[in-house]
């Protein structure tokens, strides 16, 4: 079969970005070695390219899931690059009919690494169609219509399908089941984040102090994303307002200019917060309400704020809604209702 891996697929969107993505995506980890954190996932990942190597093997399948702005995309472009592989990056909802994921396989060469983002996202069809080619290396395709309509099963070279997504819960077992391999991503550490600050800074020739540094890493939500956010705000800030330098006071102020408070919560992280203590007296309220209430897209709510609230422990999950705990009554200076106050209330 002749592929052409030259030719992308319309869906495929490795092509042309727009400089500000360029300059970000040049701060992108480059191998497993320049991959700070998650040093359990990178361990594993590590004999698994040497072992697909070693072995002439297409490396297993595999599953990154997580809050957004951990490390997922990074990690299916360390893969690809490690294997010295060619990777095709699209995502569910991008494929919207079968014949789309087809045209992308079809011109997939042996060893190649197919990136689907958001892969929850995937419609029932093209899930269908992408069954056998994970397990079997094979297309099933369907020529001619109506009565001479037949089957036709079309080989695959061994690939590798990298997927990723924000809600394994919403991805369907049997996909699931056909990864080899999953990998959860955890928030950082603020020393983690540190280290991918003082990288990122150094990279630019942009030098920043170790005290603004920590400052940054330790509003960053715990995520490479939100602290690579935080450092362009501040080098700008630094630029326009302070010659430059990035000192831990330059750093307070731009955070405090954009309302980061010293646990990196944002505005919305508040007003959720605010909306359940003061409003609901701690709840439980269905995410639908906090959503209307707050103004946010529910998905928003769940793949950004909640996990970042959870993780501080000012936020529950129960089934009959969300719940304020203790600790953010704490924060925000209001009493706890005790029980015997809710008691009464009933
Ligand atoms: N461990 C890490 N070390 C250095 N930079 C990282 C790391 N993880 C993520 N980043 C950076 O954070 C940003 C978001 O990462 P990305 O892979 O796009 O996350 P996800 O796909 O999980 O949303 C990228 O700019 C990436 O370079
Ligand atoms: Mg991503």
């Known amino acids: 079969m002749e592929v052409n891996s030259s030719v992308n697929a319309g869906r495929i969107t490795s092509g042309q970005k727009k400089p500000h993505e360029k300059e970000v995506n040049s701060l992108r980890p480059q191998s497993l070695a320049d991959f700070i954190g998650q040093s359990r996932t990178c361990s594993v990942l590590r004999v698994m390219v040497e072992a697909a190597a070693q072995q002439g093997m297409p490396i297993d399948h595999i599953l990154f899931y997580g809050p957004p702005g951990l490390g997922k995309t990074s990690l299916a472009q360390i893969i690809a690059l490690e294997s010295r592989a060619n990777i095709r990056i699209t995502s569910g909802p991008a494929l919207k009919f079968a014949g789309e994921l087809a045209s992308i396989l079809t011109r997939i060469e042996a060893g190649d690494v197919l990136f689907i983002d958001e892969v929850h ?127 831990a006071a330059v750093a307070e102020d731009a955070l405090s200019m954009l309302h980061i408070d010293a646990l990196g919560m944002e505005e919305l992280d508040r007003r959720i917060l605010h909306l ?4 609901f007296d701690g709840g439980p309220v269905g995410l639908e309400t906090i959503a209307a209430a707050v103004s946010e897209d529910s998905a928003t709510i769940m793949d950004v704020y909640e996990p970042y609230l959870l993780q501080l422990g000012f936020l529950a999950r129960t089934p009959r809604g969300r719940v304020a705990t203790r600790h953010a009554f704490a924060h925000l200076g209001v009493p706890f209702p005790d029980e015997d106050d809710q008691m009464q209330l009933i």
Do not use: W
């Open 121 to 247: 996202r995937l419609n029932a069809k093209v899930e269908e169609t992408l069954y056998p080619a994970m397990e079997d290396f094979a297309l099933d395709l369907m020529l001619g219509k109506g009565a001479t309509a037949r089957e036709y099963r079309m080989a695959l070279p061994p690939f590798t399908l990298v997927g990723a997504t924000t809600r394994l819960s919403l991805l369907s077992g049997p996909l699931r089941d056909r990864f080899g391999a999953h990998f959860r991503l955890d928030f950082y550490n603020v020393d983690e984040l540190c280290h991918i600050l003082q990288r990122a800074a150094q990279m630019q020739e942009n030098p920043l102090e170790e005290s603004a540094t920590r400052i940054l890493a330790s509003r960053a939500r715990g995520t490479p994303r939100v602290a690579l956010r935080l450092l362009r705000r501040v080098q700008e800030y630094a630029t326009t307002r302070a010659n430059g330098r990035i000192t």
């Open 276 to 279: 359940l203590v003061e409003k």
